[in-house]
């Protein structure tokens, strides 16, 4: 209690102190203030003028050291949700290619685009999980048309675009794609880029929607796609299971926040032929292949009804999703550059790391922090990523880097001396060049770790990308040892 008594009196004091110090400070800087005022009042005005505008250079100089210092530099994100305009993807595709990206993906799609758009057709993409029936409706469509059906899922191995003209002379695509959720890689994008290209998508399915249709069916919504869910082998259900179907569809779709209407939710039959056994009167069985017969009315119906609407908002919104599809690829083309052009500079800084350590005569511990090489690392990266880092941070990043190689050193020499023993006759030179490639591979661990955090983070966060470099340090060593030994070993030769 007494000792309670005490702190509140020395906080009472300190208050007390505080108080007089502030209030002296104040008069004494008001004084002052008043004090050269009055001065300057009385004096030339060029006089004035050239203190004011002093002060305010001083004051304007504080200010922009302090924000250089302290304020993070916004990167504008990469807007996903904003539509792109033509000029928006052109102006991005140039920049791209004059960087050096491989812009050609993208290019192809938008040359796709304008022959698509020179033809005058409306294409309708019918998608789906394998052995929905997809080929078989088209076939209902078009009796004429060479498509492959099969019970055997995956029987649709490429896009195929049979043409077909609607009760209205309207001049239509279907488009056939492989099914999803097939074993064959790479098909279940080459699907979903053509649903994106297309005006119009069939989404085929033959019960209610699983997960992985769902999240298909949230890829198209995204992309802004009409959609017509076409619930087809109706002739697998009573008229009852058919409705509650039907209705379980639509609630899915609008769960999803996608706007899909009533009469856009059919369900049909696509017909086709069919193996069934039937026995004979002799009591002998035989397989005879039987037609279904298709019942597709409703579809057609929908696909009318959604093309007699005003075509332009159709073309315009197919334009949007191709303008994205290509933006996608930009990006994609961009990250694999950025990829490529990162290793270039880890390769660069480490091989300067390991000429530096075999040129010392004992290379000292704090490497990162000391040399320039992590430094000039960092901007690079971080300048490929389009991060605009502080100066702060990165000095933040290499002392918080440094801290972990002292615990790192130990395990990267001993990896080095494991990997230069695969080079044999190398003799009494090794411990020499063991801490060369030791260093080396810190080196390149740094720079691997600060690639992952900048591609998943888009900014350099320090202690994130100090943290990966902890984790992540003996997988890289392992992975880098061989390529860094040579390298030691080839630097060593020259
Ligand atoms: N019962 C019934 N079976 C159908 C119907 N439509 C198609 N099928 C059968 O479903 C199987 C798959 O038909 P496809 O048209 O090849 O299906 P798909 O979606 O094109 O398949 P993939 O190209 O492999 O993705 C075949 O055995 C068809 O005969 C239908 O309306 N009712
Ligand atoms: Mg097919």
């Given at each position: ?113 304008a022959a698509r758009q020179a033809s005058g057709a409306i294409h309708l993409c019918f998608f789906g999980e394998i052995s929905s029936g997809k080929s ?16 055997v899922g995956g029987s649709t191995g490429d896009v195929r675009h049979y043409r077909w003209r609607n009760d209205a002379g309207i001049e239509i695509m ?57 619930l087809n082998k109706a002739d697998r259900y009573s008229d009852d299971e058919q409705a509650t179907l039907l209705q379980q569809l639509l609630q899915r ?242």
């Open positions: 209690m007494k000792l309670d008594r005490f702190v509140r009196v020395a906080i009472a004091i300190a208050i007390a102190l505080v108080f007089v110090v502030a209030t002296g400070s104040l008069l004494f800087i008001t004084e002052s203030a008043l004090n050269v005022w009055d001065r300057l009042r009385a004096g030339p005005a060029v006089f004035l003028y050239t203190y004011t505008a002093v002060m305010v250079l001083l004051a304007t100089a504080a200010v922009w050291l302090v924000w250089r210092l302290v304020v993070k530099k916004k990167v504008a994100p990469a807007t996903r949700h904003k539509p792109l305009s033509k000029s928006d993807i052109k102006e991005r595709l140039q920049q791209a290619e004059a960087a050096g990206v491989d812009t050609s993906k993208a290019q192809a799609e938008l040359r796709d685009l078989s409706l088209i076939k209902a469509l078009v009796p004429e048309a060479d498509v492959v059906i099969d019970v279907l488009t056939d794609v492989p099914g999803t959720g097939g074993h064959e890689e790479g098909l279940d994008e080459v699907a979903t880029e053509e649903a994106k290209r297309s005006h119009l998508v069939l989404f085929v399915c033959d019960s209610d929607l699983t997960r992985t249709e769902l999240n298909a069916v949230k890829v198209l919504l995204a992309f802004d796609k009409p959609v017509v869910v076409v779709i609008a769960d999803l926040g996608g706007e899909v209407r009533r009469d856009q939710v059919v369900a049909v039959s696509a017909g086709g032929e069919t193996d069934v056994v039937a026995r004979r009167s002799d009591g002998s069985e035989e397989s005879e292949r039987r037609e279904r017969t298709a019942d597709i009315g409703v579809l057609v119906v929908a696909i009318n009804r959604l093309l007699s609407d005003d075509a332009q908002p159709l073309d315009e919104r197919r334009e949007r999703a191709v303008f994205q599809l290509a933006a996608d690829k930009l990006a994609a083309a961009e990250s694999e550059y950025r990829l490529q052009r990162s290793e270039q500079i880890i390769r660069g800084a480490t091989r300067k790391a390991v000429v530096g350590a075999m040129a010392a005569v004992s290379p000292g511990a704090d490497i990162l922090v000391q040399g320039y090489i992590g430094t000039t690392m960092t901007q690079e990266l971080c300048k490929i990523y389009g991060v605009a880092p502080r100066d702060l941070d990165i000095e933040e990043f290499l002392s918080l880097g440094q801290s972990r190689v002292g615990r790192a050193l130990p395990l990267s020499l001993a990896v080095a001396g494991n990997g230069l023993k695969a080079f044999p006759g190398l003799g009494t030179i090794v411990g020499g060049l063991a801490h060369a490639v030791a260093y080396g591979l810190i080196f390149d661990a740094l720079g691997r770790s600060l690639v992952l955090t900048l591609s998943r983070h888009g900014e350099l966060l320090p202690e994130t990308a100090a943290k990966a470099f902890e984790e992540g340090i003996s997988e890289h060593l392992e992975a880098g040892v061989r390529r860094i030994a040579r390298l030691a070993l080839d630097e060593k030769r020259s």
